[in-house]
C-alpha cells in the first residue's frame, strides 16, 4: 500500500502560479532513478520502490513524502485558491534544489565558490565555512563549521560587541555565543586566520514554532539557502524542525 503524508506549506502562497502548479523533487532516497530538482509534468505517474522515498515541493503550496512502494500520480490539491506567483521565488527554490535550468543568480556567490555547499545539521547553525547571509533564532546563536579536526581560537565582532580568543575545541562542529549576539547586522568572524563576513538576520519570536512552510519561506526571503536545505532534509528523514 502506498505511504504518504502531507506537510501544508501555505506561507509559500506568494510564490504560487494560479493554475498548472509545477511538482518539484525537493530529496531523493532509496533509489537512483530521479534525482532532486526534476520538475514533474502535470498528471506524471510515479513508481517508487520498496524503501524508495520522494519529498515532493509544490507551486500550490504543500510539501509531500511519497514511500514506495508507490504507484500513481502525486496528489493534487485544487489549484483555485492559490495566488498570484512570484516567478523570482518560484526560480529560486528550483535552483536550491539543483535544476540545472534554472541555476542563475538567485544562489549568490554561495553556489559558485562553496565547492559541496556543506549543508549544516540543524535548520538553525550559523555556518562559518563562507560569507553570506545566516538566519539565527531570537536570544541564541550557534556557530558551525564543517571540518572539526582540530581546535583553533576565534575572534568575532558584531554589534552586540567583541570576543577575542575564544578557544573552539577539535571534535566540536558547534560553537555557541553569548545570547546577545544574537542581533541583527554584519558579523565578523575570524577562524584560522581567515575572515568570514556574515549578514545575521534574526527570526522573529514566533517563527520557530511555525509549520515547516513559514520557516521555509522566510529562509528564503532572507537568502539563508543553506539552512532551507537542511530543513527539506529534516522534513524527507521525518526529523523534528526546532533541534
Known amino acids: ?8 506549506l501555505s506561507a509559500l502562497a506568494m510564490m504560487l502560479l494560479p493554475a498548472h502548479a509545477e511538482i518539484v523533487v525537493v530529496a531523493v532516497s532509496g533509489t537512483d532513478e530521479i534525482a532532486p530538482g526534476t520538475r514533474l509534468a502535470t498528471g506524471q505517474a510515479i513508481n517508487l520502490p520498496e524503501g524508495a522515498k520522494l519529498t515532493l515541493l509544490s507551486q500550490s503550496g504543500e510539501m509531500q513524502v ?11 490539491k485544487d489549484e483555485a485558491s ?20 534554472a541555476r542563475s543568480d538567485v544562489m549568490g556567490a554561495s553556489r559558485v565558490t562553496d565547492g559541496e555547499f556543506m549543508v549544516p545539521p540543524s ?14 533564532l531570537p536570544d541564541a546563536v ?23 580568543d575564544v ?26 586566520g581567515e575572515l ?17 512552510g513559514a520557516v521555509f519561506t ?20 521525518g526529523l523534528n524542525l526546532t533541534d
Open 196 to 212: 568570514r563576513d556574515l549578514a545575521l538576520i534574526v527570526a522573529p519570536d514566533d517563527l520557530p514554532n511555525a509549520g515547516p
Open 167 to 192: 578557544a573552539w575545541p577539535a571534535n566540536e562542529h558547534m560553537l555557541a555565543l553569548p545570547n546577545e549576539f544574537a542581533a541583527d547586522g554584519r558579523m565578523m568572524v575570524s577562524i584560522n
Open 218 to 237: 522566510w529562509l528564503m526571503e532572507h537568502k539563508c539557502q543553506r539552512q532551507a536545505l537542511a530543513l527539506i532534509e529534516r522534513v524527507h528523514a
Open 82 to 101: 492559490t495566488q498570484n506567483s512570484d516567478a523570482a521565488g518560484w526560480s529560486a527554490v528550483l535552483a536550491l534544489v539543483g535544476d540545472p535550468d
Open 66 to 76: 511519497l514511500e514506495g512502494p508507490y504507484s500513481g500520480e502525486p496528489a493534487a
Open 1 to 8: 500500500m502506498a505511504k504518504r503524508s502531507w506537510i501544508c
Open 123 to 136: 535548520i538553525w547553525h550559523v555556518s562559518v565555512d563562507s560569507s553570506g547571509p545566516r538566519c539565527t
Open 142 to 164: 550557534a556557530l558551525w563549521r564543517r571540518d572539526a579536526g582540530q581546535g583553533t581560537d576565534i575572534s568575532i565582532r558584531s554589534s552586540a560587541g567583541r570576543l577575542t
